[in-house]
């Protein structure tokens, strides 16, 4: 069955307002491939003029995080019903720096997935492993424990539509992509982590990126892989590289 590859930008912490009204139009003409899916996942405060921006593109929106309560007083935090709201199809959960600077645990994760699913949107679940982890050779063991943790209590038909990105820590802007064996290793792994805790048409459905220094270099090797299904891409989004990388 084929998956069609989804192609995402995580902008961080990058792009004022302004900055990234300008950066969608720099790209426009650069990320027209109607093959695979394309999507900013863009601060918070850029959200709205975003949509606003990529509107009569091929470009769809994406946020960096989300809180999972309905609404009420957690001061500093957005909604998913807000995300929906403004236009957002996609939600990453879980990315490395979440996990790392604010201690986001899977528990909470897993809230964090189970309404941004019940509210409509399309969560880009985020696993990888430290250096550390890669070094002592429990990689597969450590991505089981975060995919089985944060999936608890989701069903196979809404797992088929969410994607999983698959980030080592160690390859995330330090320039060092994980191998395309590598990469391809544990995307394979995934697929049969779901396999094993679904059954095979929910593995074979559901949507598998690879995340850590991608570039336009490296990205038609990576997406070339059986198991991977696309990219979710840090600094090289930033550029005009991400039109390579989208149209690879
Ligand atoms: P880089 O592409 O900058 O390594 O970042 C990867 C990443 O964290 C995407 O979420």
């Not at 084929?2 to 426009?28: C, D, F, H, Q, Y």
């Not at 975003?50 to 609404?71: D, I, L």
């Not at 969560?123 to 975060?146: A, H, K, N």
């Amino acid at each position: 069955m084929a998956r069609k590859k989804i192609i995402a930008g995580n902008w961080k912490m990058n792009m004022t307002p302004s900055e990234a009204v300008k950066l969608v139009a720099e790209l426009e003409p650069l990320v027209k491939n109607d093959a695979v899916d394309v999507v900013y996942c863009v601060p918070a405060i850029d959200i709205v003029p975003v949509v606003e921006a990529v509107k009569g593109s091929n470009v769809q929106v994406g946020a960096e995080n989300m809180y999972f309560e309905e609404s009420g007083a957690y001061t500093g935090e957005i909604s998913a019903a807000m995300l929906v709201d403004a236009g957002v199809k996609y939600v990453i959960i879980g990315h490395s720096e979440r996990r790392d600077y604010f201690k986001e645990d899977d528990a909470l994760l897993n809230k964090k997935v189970k309404k941004a699913i019940a509210s409509g949107l399309t969560p880009i679940l985020c696993c990888g492993e430290s250096l550390e982890q890669r070094e002592m050779g429990v990689t597969m063991d450590w991505i089981r424990f975060q995919i089985k943790s944060d999936l608890v209590d989701v069903t196979a038909d809404q797992v088929k539509d969410i994607v999983i990105a698959y980030e080592p820590i160690w390859a995330i802007g330090t320039g060092k992509t994980a191998t395309t064996e590598q990469a391809e290793e544990v995307c394979k792994g995934i697929r049969e982590c779901i396999a094993q805790m679904y059954d095979q048409a929910t593995a074979d459905a559901v949507r598998i990126q690879y995340g850590g220094s991608v570039n336009a270099g490296n990205a038609a090797e990576l997406f070339a892989q059986p198991n991977i299904d696309g990219g979710l891409v840090g600094g090289a989004s930033l550029k005009a590289d991400f039109g390579k990388i989208v149209c690879y």
